[in-house]
């Protein structure tokens, strides 16, 4: 039997109703990692693939194993993208902003893709924004 909260979060993560997490910078600020947002982007085609979170324990593994590395804000623990999926995201270069209050990972997917969703053809997609927003709020698949 399927349980509730999962049919909730498959419907977040896969469905087509808007639900954005607006409160998700705040439980990020009120937690205990001192975080900043961390961009994943395909070097060669500049598609965005993952918007995630990095203290300074994700950026030097990062630097030291050649992985896009993030903190997990809601397990609390060190994320090298791909260590279970195979889908690893070879990084290529770091670039950090005017206000080094972010940073850019210039990557090379290794895997499938970088979503941790699967589509139709049940393979990772290739990024996390699949979902295109339309002019009446509704969303579509892209």
């Known amino acids: 039997m399927v349980d509730m909260a999962d049919k909730e979060h498959k ?6 109703s808007l639900r954005l997490d607006f409160k998700k910078l705040r439980k990020i600020a009120s937690g205990e990692a001192d975080v900043i947002p961390a961009v994943a982007q395909d070097a060669q085609t500049g598609e965005v693939l993952i918007l995630g979170y990095v ?16 903190w ?17 995201l070879e990084l290529l270069e770091v670039r950090v902003n005017c206000e080094q209050n972010s940073i ?3 990557v090379r997917p290794a895997g499938q893709g970088a979503c941790h969703t699967k589509g139709a053809n049940g393979k990772a997609r290739s ?3 699949y979902r295109r927003l ?3 709020g509704s969303l579509e698949a892209v």
Do not use: H, P, V
């Open 127 to 129: 990024g996390c924004y």
């Open 72 to 88: 997990s804000t809601s397990r609390n623990e060190l994320w090298i993208k791909g260590l279970t999926s195979g889908d690893f």
């Open 55 to 70: 203290n300074e324990l994700a950026l030097q593994t990062a630097l030291k194993e050649k992985k896009a590395t993030f």
């Open 134 to 136: 339309r002019a009446d």
């Open 11 to 16: 419907e977040l993560e896969e469905g087509m």
């Open 104 to 106: 850019l990972y210039k």
